[in-house]
């Protein structure tokens, strides 16, 4: 049996509450969290507009989406806007380049320099020496 989910207020039932078909109480739905919460199916018919059908896959892909949209405003704040502004220092020299400007960004706008964040920057420079042929550093000892 479906799911339902309050979507206006009722008497003294919040908005949000969801309630199970219950064969226990006479086959109407039930939120056991809240006492008197219990509803015959013909009530749920006839009142279209106060109730939207749940379903196993909705739930699940509400909070998927709800659990992306949570990370993504948390990355947003915490490294501004990085992937879409990012710094085009190493950009403009090489296809790897704009990767490297995000991740620099980042440093920038973070509170403090996270090992992943220098592990990210060292393994995209090392990856543009390997393409570049810079395999070698003698020349650069004093």
Known sequence: MAKYKLI?????FPVGMIVDYSDRYNGC???MKYPGAIFSAN???KNPNLWQIMNEENDSLNNIYNSLLKMQQAKDKAYGNSALKPLDIFAKHHNYG???DEK?????????????D?????GG???????KGWTNFDDLID
């Open 118 to 122: 220098v592990a990210d920057l060292i």
């Open 98 to 100: 704009s990767r490297l």
């Open 29 to 31: 739905y039930m939120n």
């Open 104 to 116: 620099l960004a980042r440093v920038k706008h973070s509170e403090e320099l996270r090992k992943n």
């Open 8 to 12: 206006k207020p009722e008497g003294a």
């Open 43 to 45: 009530f749920i018919e």
């Open 125 to 131: 420079l090392v990856l543009i020496c390997k393409d």
